[in-house]
Nanobody, 116 residues
Framework: QVQLVESGGGLVQAGGSLRLSCLASGRTFSSYGMGWFRQAPEKEREFVAAIRMSGVSTYYADSVKGRFAISRDNAENTVYLQMNSLKPEDTGVYYC?????????WGQGTQVTVSS
């Protein structure tokens, strides 16, 4: 069983920055990859970024490349999403996600609102 808890969302003006955190339970955090997804109102959930267990390899959606950065601290069981140059279209609920032994786990989400 894995529990994920996101934090760090909020209201920010366009061009601003936010840093999201996702704290994972369990002692095997360093053994699996982590991802961030988001869901805007009346839209499907979409991939934002992912990071492999070692933290060396990262992947991004085209819409956030160059603006967002995913990282992890395996000692703290935490994955981060640094979001810079935020745009109104980045507004949505951001979810942390992982897959462990074939089971997908999601956090409860944290709201990010970017005003124009």
């Amino acid at each position: 069983q894995v529990q994920l808890v996101e934090s760090g969302g909020g209201l920010v003006q366009a061009g601003g920055s936010l840093r999201l955190s996702c704290l994972a339970s369990g002692r095997t955090f360093s053994s699996y990859g982590m991802g961030w997804f988001r869901q805007a109102p009346e839209k499907e959930r979409e991939f934002v970024a992912a990071i492999r267990m070692s933290g060396v390899s990262t992947y991004y959606a085209d819409s956030v490349k160059g603006r967002f950065a995913i990282s992890r601290d395996n000692a703290e069981n935490t994955v981060y999403l640094q979001m810079n140059s935020l745009k109104p279209e980045d507004t949505g609920v951001y979810y942390c996600q992982t897959v462990v032994r074939g089971t997908t786990y999601w956090g409860q989400g944290t709201q990010v609102t970017v005003s124009s």
